[in-house]
């Protein structure tokens, strides 16, 4: 069966700090990789989503940075920690089906504090 | 730009009572429609969905209702258990890499 991994559960980092967080796939191939971000108490926010390795996709500017060194992980980057970075980040995956992508799997996300 | 709207924003129901939120949307597009549920601190998992072609799937206590004309869909809980208290997501999709997640309903169900 399919799982996702990622950590660490939650991190507190000074402002002006690096920033990786890291999330791997096991049991499938070819996943599509998708960051998300989430306030207290909000929404998800697509940060970045990939279809393969090397291949990366940013759907918000900001100082966050991702890369997919291999095919079954994901990690989030940062060079220099924001207060604004702060939130709960959650690694998702979804397999290509056919035409479709449908279903995303979660992982337990990493809840995030920079002071 | 796709607009997915989700309400309420929160919502209060005694134990054993019907739970009901809802979801609009503006992309006809859209030919997936997933409903999430996150438990505190915990990544969300999908709990029910529904394709376009059939107004209802139910699935135990959980109820999708589908209105195609209406861009609507809506996650009905009947006998809502405290168990059930989360925050619930629509996210409906056109099979792309973009899955664009309502505001979110916080369901509290009273003991």
């Known amino acids: 069966s399919q799982t996702i991994h990622q950590w660490p559960a939650t991190l507190v980092q000074p402002v002006g700090s690096p920033l990786s967080l890291e999330c791997t796939v096991e049991?499938?191939?070819?996943?599509?990789l998708y960051w998300y971000r989430q306030a207290a108490g909000r929404g998800l926010q697509l940060l970045f989503y990939?279809?393969?390795?090397?291949?990366i996709s940013s759907e918000v500017p900001q100082n966050l940075s991702a890369s997919r060194p291999q095919d079954r992980q994901f990690i989030l980057s940062s060079k220099k920690l924001l207060l604004s970075d702060s939130g709960f980040y959650l690694c998702?995956?979804?397999?290509?089906?056919?035409?479709?992508?449908?279903?995303?799997?979660f992982g337990s996300g990493t809840q995030l504090s920079v002071l | 730009q796709q607009q997915v709207k989700q309400s309420p924003q929160s919502l209060i129901v005694q134990k054993g009572g019907i739970s009901i939120i809802n979801c609009a949307y503006e992309?006809?597009?859209?030919?997936?429609f997933p409903w999430y549920q996150q438990f505190p601190g915990k990544g969300p998992a999908l709990l029910i969905a529904?394709?376009?072609?059939?107004s209802e799937k139910k699935e135990g206590r959980f109820t999708i209702s589908f209105n195609k004309s209406a861009k609507q869909f809506s996650l009905h809980i009947m006998d809502s258990q405290p168990g059930d208290s989360a925050t619930y997501f629509c996210?409906?999709?056109?099979?792309?890499?973009?899955?664009?997640f309502g505001t979110g309903t916080r369901l509290k169900v009273l003991a």
């Open positions: 990939s279809v393969g390795i090397g291949q």
């Open positions: 996210a409906p999709t056109s099979g792309t890499y973009k899955y664009i």
């Open positions: 992309n006809t597009a859209f030919d997936y």
């Open positions: 049991g499938t191939s070819n996943p599509n």
């Open positions: 998702a995956w979804s397999v290509w089906g056919g035409t479709k992508n449908e279903k995303l799997f």
């Open positions: 529904i394709r376009p072609d059939v």
